[in-house]
């Protein structure tokens, strides 16, 4: 830190303006990613652990690389790191030193970069295609409970508890290679502003922020999504507003909300639809998205332009959207 701001490893040379904005330019959408979790567990992976997809970083980094790998060959345009669960406080709380804990922080942004770079090596693979980027997750406080309450914000914690939680790995991933940090998954007003300051306190490096919802107008802790998006309004550096881990069934009436109050570029990256069980950590329903490439194609068309699938999705999801999207 200099001056009070953070500074990251990154160069402002090495980062470029804006890096969602050729991708708007050439194809009108930005695909995203699907759930990391929903694919680890598919391929035999137990995450019924406080550290969900995490543990894996710890346990079979090599997996992950796979994952991001074949995000990529079924279309998306931007993957999303193995950080999203994983903090500094659990890593330690798990026997970990800190070095060893931040250390496991830069590797899940490493495995994407370099499932990006073989991806990309592949000259077949450059065909209609512009280079993808890789995002930074920086999941909310509810992620690290591990108690469903990404999903409430019922938090109990001061702002500038808050704070702290999120500023040593927010140090860490913002100093990363990663072309975009995703500040996902966010309940509340309080830690949306939380992490707004954090943005604002760093040099060279842009965000999206995307929030759950409790229904079609609200944040999950109640905040008018329109109220949300209009404090985030004049920061430059978040460079695209939205929603994700949300059911599909409240997408649309919350792109109308968004597109109503932000001159950004609008972020829906639902979940399946299905119900949280945060006791018994599992997924309960059925997909309220049964065609998610039609549904892709719907939330394009209501304002949506960065798009792709969150928990219970997958790539052929996300082949889907793209299909539907991109000619």
């Given at each position: 830190?200099?001056?009070?701001?953070?500074?990251?490893?990154?160069?402002?040379?090495?980062?470029?303006?804006?890096?969602?904005?050729?991708?708007?330019?050439?194809?009108?959408?930005?695909?995203?990613?699907?759930?990391?979790?929903?694919e680890l567990e598919a391929r035999g992976c137990d995450l019924n652990d406080p550290l969900w997809s995490a543990r894996v970083l710890m346990e079979d980094p090599d997996l992950i690389?796979?994952?991001?790998?074949?995000?990529?060959?079924?279309?998306?345009?931007?993957?999303?790191?193995?950080?999203?669960?994983?903090?500094?406080?659990?890593?330690?709380?798990?026997?970990?030193?800190?070095?060893?804990?931040?250390?496991?922080?830069?590797?899940?942004?490493?495995?994407?970069?370099?499932?990006?770079?073989?991806?990309?090596?592949?000259?077949?693979?450059?065909?209609?295609?512009?280079?993808?980027?890789?995002?930074?997750?920086?999941?909310?406080?509810?992620?690290?409970?591990?108690?469903?309450?990404?999903?409430?914000?019922?938090?109990?914690?001061?702002?500038?508890?808050?704070?702290?939680?999120?500023?040593?790995?927010?140090?860490?991933?913002?100093?990363?290679?990663?072309?975009?940090?995703?500040?996902?998954?966010?309940?509340?007003?309080?830690?949306?502003?939380?992490?707004?300051?954090?943005?604002?306190?760093?040099?060279?490096?842009?965000?999206?922020?995307?929030?759950?919802?409790?229904?079609?107008?609200?944040?999950?802790?109640?905040?008018?999504?329109?109220?949300?998006?209009?404090?985030?309004?004049?920061?430059?550096?978040?460079?695209?507003?939205?929603?994700?881990?949300?059911?599909?069934?409240?997408?649309?009436?919350?792109?109308?909300?968004?597109?109503?109050?932000?001159?950004?570029?609008?972020?829906?990256?639902?979940?399946?639809?299905?119900?949280?069980?945060?006791?018994?950590?599992?997924?309960?329903?059925?997909?309220?998205?049964?065609?998610?490439?039609?549904?892709?194609?719907?939330?394009?068309?209501?304002?949506?332009?960065?798009?792709?699938?969150?928990?219970?999705?997958?790539?052929?999801?996300?082949?889907?959207?793209?299909?539907?999207?991109?000619?």
């Amino acid at each position: 830190m200099a001056d009070g701001r953070l500074t990251p490893r990154v160069t402002a040379e090495s980062r470029v303006a804006d890096p969602i904005g050729p991708f708007l330019r050439q194809q009108g959408v930005l695909l995203l990613d699907g759930g990391l979790a929903t694919e680890l567990e598919a391929r035999g992976c137990d995450l019924n652990d406080p550290l969900w997809s995490a543990r894996v970083l710890m346990e079979d980094p090599d997996l992950i690389q796979q994952v991001h790998g074949d995000y990529l060959r079924a279309g998306a345009d931007c993957i999303v790191s193995a950080s999203y669960q994983a903090t500094m406080q659990r890593f330690q709380e798990r026997g970990l030193g800190a070095a060893e804990a931040r250390r496991l922080l830069e590797r899940s942004v490493e495995l994407a970069v370099e499932a990006r770079d073989a991806f990309w090596s592949e000259p077949g693979n450059r065909v209609g295609r512009l280079r993808p980027l890789v995002a930074a997750s920086v999941g909310p406080y509810g992620a690290y409970l591990a108690d469903g309450s990404e999903y409430t914000g019922h938090y109990g914690l001061s702002a500038a508890a808050l704070r702290a939680f999120h500023q040593d790995r927010w140090e860490i991933l913002a100093g990363s290679d990663a072309d975009i940090l995703a500040c996902e998954t966010i309940p509340s007003r309080e830690e949306g502003q939380v992490l707004l300051a954090l943005l604002r306190e760093t040099l060279d490096a842009f965000a999206w922020f995307s929030f759950t919802c409790r229904d079609g107008e609200r944040l999950s802790d109640g905040t008018p999504l329109a109220e949300m998006l209009a404090e985030l309004e004049d920061e430059a550096r978040i460079i695209a507003v939205g929603i994700n881990c949300t059911s599909p069934v409240l997408v649309p009436d919350l792109i109308a909300a968004a597109v109503g109050v932000t001159a950004k570029p609008v972020v829906a990256y639902p979940n399946s639809g299905e119900t949280y069980d945060a006791a018994a950590r599992r997924w309960l329903g059925e997909t309220s998205a049964p065609d998610f490439g039609r549904s892709g194609e719907q939330w394009h068309a209501s304002g949506a332009r960065l798009i792709g699938g969150c928990c219970r999705t997958g790539p052929r999801h996300i082949r889907a959207i793209r299909e539907r999207l991109v000619r």
